[in-house]
């Protein structure tokens, strides 16, 4: 199954309040080898907190004449097109994407979206925590840095490719309707928004 696995790297963590400021993500082929990366970073149009760089080490100068996110979103969705999204906490980067491409009414993957928070509970059980690190070196994926969009995403990939391939034991992938299963969650979708025209203010003298 192709799929692409996508991560963000965010200022704070409240949707709609905190902005993106990278976003990563890399299409996978049948084989769980990577085909295309979509990467950059976004200017996220306020200072970049202290915390917030202490986790990711992004800095406000590297973000200096980096696109804002209104002109990443329509070429990331193009970018997924109907493929399958995958993310590690998937609510968390999802509520981001699904909040700004409703704010700037911009285009959005068409894919099923995928957690492999809670497949990876289910299928590696007994983890002292699910973290994508912890999950990462306990399945031996060779590992630089975290917390940056691309990195983790390439690693959300690898531990998705590898979780299918132990729900496969004859060979024959789990279906998308399986996978949702397995989350326990129901099927999740980025919303397609059809971009409004915008209309005067005219006032009513009637």
């Known amino acids: 199954m192709r799929f692409i696995a996508f991560d963000l790297e965010t200022t704070g963590t409240l949707p709609g309040v905190d902005q ?8 996978f082929d049948e084989n769980g080898q990577p085909e295309t990366i979509f990467a950059t970073l976004i200017n996220p149009g306020i200072p970049m907190p ?4 202490r986790v990711n080490g992004i800095k406000d100068e590297m973000l200096v004449g980096q696109p804002k996110v209104t002109d990443v979103l329509d070429a990331f969705a193009e970018f ?3 493929i ?4 590690h906490n998937a609510a968390f980067d999802a509520a981001f994407l699904i909040s700004d491409i409703k704010k700037h009414e911009t285009s959005a993957p068409r894919g099923v979206i995928l957690d492999t928070l809670p497949l990876a509970r289910k299928v590696y059980p007994g983890l002292a925590n699910y973290k994508l690190g912890t999950l990462v070196q306990h399945l031996g994926i060779k590992s630089t840095n975290f917390h940056r969009a691309e990195e983790d995403a390439s690693y959300c990939g690898q531990l998705f490719h590898k979780m299918i391939s132990r729900l496969s034991p004859n060979g024959v992938a789990p279906t998308l309707a399986t996978l949702v299963s397995l989350t326990g969650k129901p099927e999740q979708r980025f919303p397609q928004i059809e971009k409004q025209p915008k209309q005067l203010g005219l006032l009513d003298l009637a």
């Open 50 to 53: 202290e915390g917030a760089s």
């Open 20 to 27: 993106i400021c990278e976003i990563g993500a890399v299409l």
């Open 84 to 87: 399958p999204v995958v993310a």
């Open 80 to 82: 997924c097109g109907d």
